[in-house]
């Protein structure tokens, strides 16, 4: 269980902050700016959720849970040590990933295809969930760009990139099943 009696401690005031192994890295490493940005990601479907309700609160409060597992995956190096650690990593899992899928799957099959790109707007859950879409793809390229030089979870990544589509067929969802998308209109204002 977590407990947190104060929230400031100091310890961080020079610039660095402890992982999940307790390892003190700088607060701009490449591990800290990829699961802060997941967080940031977090904060915008809090944002998605004041405007759902029912079926899609619901799939929007497990992403919430979902993201905070990521950041404590995340926040934990040196994933071929969890062995030895004093208590098993929280590690996302391919489950997470594949409930994603299934839910893409499910809200797009009411959906008409795509005839033209649109734009993020239309309901105000859909802008949401487009923010949502736009922060989940930052935190996923800086994950990749985490994996590049380090040792990041698979499902990790694949959760991110499953996770940016799901926003965008829920925003579609949001905007009366893809009949109230904005629609780009190539060149309209030349």
């Known amino acids: 269980m977590v407990v947190l009696n104060k929230i ?8 660095d902050t402890a992982l999940g192994n307790g390892q003190r890295v700088a607060k701009h490493s490449a591990r800290v700016a990829a699961y802060g940005t997941v967080d940031e990601c977090n904060a915008t479907v809090g944002l998605a959720r004041l405007h ?3 079926d899609m609160a619901a799939r ?7 993201l905070f597992d990521l950041g404590a995956d995340l926040c934990r190096p040196e994933m071929e040590k969890d062995a030895e ?16 899928e299934s839910e893409i799957d ?3 099959a009411v959906i008409a295809p795509l005839r033209s790109f649109i ?22 390229r800086l994950v990749v760009e985490l994996a590049s030089t380090e040792s990041v979870n698979p499902a990790a990544v694949r959760f991110l990139n499953r996770l940016s589509d799901w ?3 829920a925003g579609r969802v949001a905007n ?15």
């Open 60 to 66: 929007l409060a497990a992403i919430q849970n979902d």
């Open 85 to 100: 650690a004093d208590y098993p990593p929280l590690r996302m899992a391919e489950a997470q990933v594949e409930r994603l």
């Open 8 to 15: 400031y401690t100091r310890t961080g005031d020079k610039g």
């Open 176 to 190: 009366d099943n893809g009949t109230s998308d904005v629609l780009w209109v190539p060149g309209a204002n030349r």
């Open 119 to 140: 734009l993020p707007g239309g309901s105000a859950l859909s802008a949401h969930l487009h923010l949502c879409r736009t922060v989940s793809r930052r935190a996923e």
């Open 167 to 169: 926003f965008f067929v």
């Open 106 to 108: 499910e809200m797009n």
């Open 52 to 54: 759902a309700t029912g």
